[in-house]
């Protein structure tokens, strides 16, 4: 119990990924107010689906103060691949996920991955015992800004609510196509996405930095074929297994199907990325310092999915939840994304 103490510990006070805002600007009519839509599925996974309430015109969203009223419950939802029969989904809270989808959402809103062991703690606890607990463990923290964003972590794991496939009918591969359907309130809302073939690296080496020896420099070597046609969004870990992957520091890591073309094989920088309470020191921004363990976590996306991505890490901020944003999605009568990702790890020890 003690570790697990001092995980929440380590967790709340290194990951506050709720202090921040974001303004999510969305070409909306007045008066109107559609579902946004949050969704994937990975390759080797199933689904998972989140759906909230969209502001009026322009609105700020800040994740801190979700409540209930924003998310939507009781929709019908259904996955089908390469237009087979539908599979529909099933409405879970964060207690109810299977681990990889865990992870992935962890992920997704920057938390650590070691926060899947709490689950277990946490998921008999009522809302008020677990925010009873927080407050409690940081009551000698002198940062008002740290106790809040503890509690406000806790509250958005019980509102966000997660509809995924209980049946493990649907499981994403590469090189098929995935409709998503969804029918809340007499509104119909669709879209496709597509889990690209995979089309991996080869390697990571690193580099020594020549002006300060106790820092490197992460490349990937990269053979482009002929018919190289795929999206490209990676992120990076440093040490920690529990940890969450961050976008690399320039552009989010993103490259789009026709930039290698011809190229043959390259070898690319990785560059670190940054959690968003960390500073990065100009001198060595970018690079890894020795004794690093890294793992580069390498997804092939659909074009859809790029610009997504594209639009978010390319309008003041690396987050949908750090600075404005016109986002770029591909729901059809809503908003937001349905994405396919083709995922690999590759790990190095920098030594």
């Known amino acids: 119990m003690k570790n697990i103490i001092f995980a929440i510990s380590s967790l709340l006070i290194s990951t506050m990924v709720f202090s921040c805002e974001k303004d999510i600007i969305l070409d909306i009519a007045p008066g109107e107010n559609d579902p946004v839509v949050e969704s994937w599925i990975y390759d080797n996974s199933g689904p998972l689906v989140m759906l909230s309430r969209q502001f009026s015109g322009y609105g700020s969203f800040q994740q801190a103060t979700l409540t209930d009223s924003l998310n939507i419950k009781n929709a019908t939802i259904s996955v ?37 062991e709490l689950v277990p703690f946490l998921a008999p606890l009522t809302l008020d015992e677990q925010i009873a607990f927080v407050e409690q463990f940081f009551s000698g923290v002198e940062e008002e800004s ?61 580099d020594i930095d020549q002006d300060d020896p106790n820092f490197a420099q992460v490349k990937v070597n990269l053979t482009v074929p002929d018919n190289f046609d795929a999206f490209v969004l990676l992120a990076n870990r440093k040490n920690d297994s529990s940890a969450y992957y961050i976008p690399d520091y320039f552009g989010g890591g993103l490259s789009d199907n026709g930039i290698y073309a011809g190229s043959g094989t390259i070898t690319l920088p990785l560059l670190r990325g940054y959690g968003d309470n960390e500073n990065a020191d100009v001198s060595i921004i970018g690079l890894f310092e020795v004794g690093d363990k890294v793992t580069l976590k390498w997804q092939n996306i659909d074009e859809a999915t790029y610009r997504f991505w594209f ?24 908003f937001g994304i349905w994405a396919g990702y083709n995922t690999s790890y590759t790990t190095i020890q920098i030594q």
């Open 80 to 116: 089908s691949e390469n237009n087979g029969p539908k599979t529909f989904l099933v409405e879970q809270d964060l207690y109810g996920l299977p681990q990889d989808l865990l992870d992935q959402f962890l992920d997704a809103i920057r938390t650590p991955r070691i926060f899947s």
């Open 311 to 334: 639009s978010v890490f390319n309008d003041g901020g690396d987050t949908p939840f750090s600075a404005a944003t016109i986002i770029q999605g591909n729901i059809n009568g809503g």
């Open 146 to 206: 740290e106790r809040n964003a503890a509690v406000a972590l806790i509250i958005y794991i019980n509102t966000v609510n997660f509809y995924i496939d209980t049946t493990n009918t649907i499981i994403g591969k590469g090189g098929f196509s995935y409709e998503l359907e969804i029918e809340v309130n007499g509104k119909q809302i669709s879209a496709i996405t597509t889990i690209p073939l995979k089309q991996d690296i080869n390697f990571l080496t690193y």
